[in-house]
């Protein structure tokens, strides 16, 4: 699992980016929740900079490798584009957001 934070200052919002991977799936259809601590309690989660305009990202890859390349190169307009490859807009999704739009402020 890896978690990213981005702050997109000129619309004054924040997102959380969260990939799971196959151990955390596993867990989860065991009744293991994943949970997201804050880092002043020793968690992997940011201070939020907009709360007010705050969105969550959940993702699934099965083979993450991709993912952890582009982190690697720092490339993560690539990898948010990779993570929404397979995106469809439903009304529970609320706001429309072009995945091809992601990472170019």
Request: charged share 25%; glycine share 10%; with cysteine.
């Amino acid at each position: 699992m890896f978690i990213m934070n981005f702050d997109d200052d000129r619309a004054q919002e924040s997102y959380m980016v969260v990939v799971l991977e196959p151990e955390q799936l596993g867990r989860m259809k065991q009744g293991d929740p994943v949970t997201i601590q804050p880092m002043s309690e020793g968690g992997r989660m940011p201070v939020i900079k907009y709360p007010a305009k705050f969105g969550l990202l959940v993702a699934y890859e099965e083979q993450a490798g991709e993912c952890y390349r582009l982190i690697q190169s720092k490339d993560y307009a690539g990898l948010l584009r990779h993570i929404w490859r397979g995106y469809k807009f439903t009304e529970v999704d609320g706001k429309h957001i072009d995945p091809r739009q992601m990472g170019h402020s």
